[in-house]
């Protein structure tokens, strides 16, 4: 059997029963017979050890978010450790830049990994095109023992073989040939360099396994699957092969992931017993599906997180929404943060049926989450800073009074809008342009309401030389209005909204004075006055 890397040594017990290890010294790695496992006494000793292993063949979307968060859940609530490997062997379908985006986004939603990537780590590398020695030793170690052949046939024979099972209505896999040849055989045609691959022998057997989902499961594989190829012609190997050997080798004691390995399972089990190592514990997480039902695709250009954080959605908002629509809390409501979600996460709760995620309801997570920030001081000011880029860049120069662009103005605009915007971007919008532009206005609109429109802009801005609350405000405006002669409050009232914004509608009279603040809302009064 195949050595791992020092700090990837198990031995065997007097029983037979594969245990975990504590590091070896260099002389001793070179130990031929020694393997890595799982096992619950060594997971007890090392600590729970997770991993979220995703495909950089396109950038982090929902779902893949929610299988890092639960694994991040789970290491966190057991003190554990939280491992980022990226699964990068199908060459073919690599997309530059997916990897560090991939980082990126976990760091940004606040789940960053502790091992992985730029983290490093006892175990690495991470990136497992940079590990291909470890897969050839392990193909290598199960071609000795038998568990494994060299398969020679041709792409153009396998495709037949295809095609024939797809014609009479059988689903198509491979016939085990390559199985039966003889040593000699199998030398002569590597000697003669003919390309090969490395299949694995499937057992027709197959033992049931617990999984903290779905319970017992088994899926006798080899009766209905050929054997799997684990190491290509080019060297690298399959994720059959590649994810055993790196959850071995990395120490991984609990792999929480998809529902759509939930098969597979049952030949990475025959791996492990083939290399004579115990396996972790398995959680399949279910579906995160849309709300019809339908499967998420990364089609969906919407679904990646990027989009998200383009359109100015918070992680926390995102966690909370993923959560929500799934199981596995003590709890299911709206507004939950992270060291919440941390508290009342609880695999036991995890159910087989799918997650149904309503993206419709995102802006009101958004909007709960946003106002938290803005009514914490810390989190706010980066709130501030955003929005104070979005009006330069939206309004630049039309904005008349630099006095918009102020830290106070602009967090006195969060404080009165939060709970009414659900991003920070609602705030450059059309309906909001008010509050960064004057206002153009007739005085043949202004008559068309009311001809005492200067008289109210006169006793406005005499009322804002002092301070007030929006209720005392209320108050002092209704006592101007009783003031009139010939205008009503409900007339005075859209005279001074649109004075103060030129629209119809919008928030309260009230609280677009205050939002204002006392020396803009006189200057846009006065500007009436000096028509």
């Not at 040593?183 to 022998?201: H, M, N, T």
């Not at 966690?319 to 609880?346: A, Q």
């Not at 629209?503 to 009436?528: A, T, W, Y």
């Amino acid at each position: 059997m195949f050595a791992f890397p020092q700090r990837c040594l198990c031995s065997r017990s007097a029983s037979g029963r594969v245990t975990a290890r504590a590091a070896l010294t260099a002389s001793e790695a070179s130990a031929p017979h020694r393997n890595c496992a799982s096992t619950a006494a060594g997971t007890e000793a090392r600590g729970v050890r997770v991993r979220f292993a995703p495909s950089p063949t396109g950038f982090l979307h929902l779902g893949g978010l929610r299988t890092a968060l639960y694994n991040f859940l789970f290491a966190q609530q057991h003190a554990g450790t939280f491992i980022l490997r990226l699964e990068d062997t199908d060459r073919s379908r690599l997309v530059p830049a997916a990897a560090q985006d991939i980082e990126d986004q976990l760091e940004w939603a606040g789940i960053p990994p502790d091992e992985g990537g730029s983290k490093g780590g006892l175990y690495g590398p991470y990136v497992q095109s940079q590990r291909l020695h470890l897969y050839s030793a392990a193909a290598a170690a199960l071609l000795e023992s038998g568990h494994a052949y060299h398969c020679f046939c041709t792409n153009q024979r396998l495709e037949l073989l295809k095609r024939e099972a797809l014609r009479s209505g059988q689903t198509p896999r491979y016939d085990n040939r390559c199985r039966s040849l003889h040593a000699d055989q199998v030398q002569e045609k590597l000697s003669a360099g003919i390309p090969s691959v490395v299949r694995f022998r499937l057992s027709d057997s197959s033992e049931p396994f617990q999984d903290l989902v779905f319970g017992f499961t088994q899926h006798a594989v080899g009766q209905v699957e050929g054997d799997p190829v684990i190491l290509k012609a080019d060297g690298f190997p399959t994720y059959h092969l590649a994810s055993v050997v790196d959850d071995c080798h990395m120490r991984v004691s609990h792999v929480l992931r998809g529902s759509e390995w939930l098969i597979s399972t049952c030949k990475h089990l025959q791996l492990y017993r083939a290399f004579g190592w115990t396996p972790p514990t398995f959680a399949h997480l279910p579906l995160l599906l849309n709300k019809d039902g339908s499967k998420l695709s990364k089609r969906q250009g919407d679904i990646f997180i990027q989009h998200f954080r383009q359109q100015g959605v918070l992680p926390e908002a995102l966690l909370d929404i993923v959560t929500h629509c799934g199981s596995g809390f003590s709890s299911n409501r709206l507004g939950r943060r992270l060291h919440e979600l941390i508290g009342e996460f609880n695999v036991s709760k995890i159910t087989a049926h799918s997650a149904l995620l309503d993206l419709d309801n995102l802006p009101n997570f958004n909007r709960i989450h946003l106002q938290r920030r803005i009514e914490d001081d810390a989190l706010c000011r980066p709130l501030v800073d955003e929005l104070k880029d979005l009006i330069a860049h939206s309004y630049g120069d039309q904005i008349e009074d630099q006095e918009v662009l102020q830290r106070d103005y602009i967090q006195r605009v969060l404080h009165f809008r939060k709970g009414h915007i659900s991003s920070v971007k609602d705030l450059i919008s059309p309906v909001h342009s008010y509050l960064w532009l004057r206002p153009s206005v007739s005085r043949e609109q202004l008559e068309q309401l009311s001809s005492e429109f200067r008289e109210i802009a006169a006793k406005v801005i005499r009322l804002m030389q002092t301070e007030h609350t929006a209720e005392d405000l209320n108050a002092e405006l209704k006592i101007v209005s009783k003031n009139l002669k010939k205008t009503k409050y409900s007339s005075m009232m859209k005279i001074l909204r649109v004075s103060l914004s030129g629209q119809q509608q919008g928030p309260s009279v009230s609280e677009m004075i205050l939002s204002l603040g006392q020396k803009e809302v006189c200057c846009r009064l006065q500007r009436i006055l000096d028509h």
